[in-house]
Nanobody, 128 residues
């Protein structure tokens, strides 16, 4: 099993920055064959992928809507995942979720429904 706990959400004005953190525990702490990612779900919207990264590699992938503004990173020694969010916009307002999935192939794509482990979420609100 894998446990994920997010932190770092809050309220900011447009143009501001926030850094989300996700603490991982369980099997993932002993194995690098996991993808980790950040997802978000805004009011009345479907959950969407924001960014993902493989614990066993350095390649990160981003949704077009956040490219150049958000940076995903990980610290395997601390079992932490981060999302640095800069130049925030009101459209970034959402509940942000940390997710993980066991992927020996290293492929982190496949959509929201293919991810098996989820945190409880942390709210990000951006005001104009």
């Amino acid at each position: 099993q894998v446990q994920l706990v997010e932190s770092g959400g809050g309220s900011v004005q447009a143009g501001g920055s926030l850094r989300l953190s996700c603490a991982a525990s369980g099997h993932i702490s002993r194995n690098t064959n996991y993808c980790m990612g950040w997802f978000r779900q805004g009011p009345g919207k479907d959950r969407e992928e924001v960014a993902n990264i493989y614990r066993g590699g350095d390649t990160a992938r981003y949704a077009d809507s956040v490219k150049g503004r958000f940076t995903i990173s990980r610290d395997n020694a601390k079992n932490m995942l981060y999302l640095q969010m800069n130049s925030l916009k009101p459209d970034d307002t959402a509940m942000y979720y940390c997710a993980a999935d066991y992927r020996p192939s290293g492929y982190c794509g496949g959509g929201v429904r293919t991810w098996n482990y989820w945190g409880q979420g942390t709210q990000v609100t951006v005001s104009s």
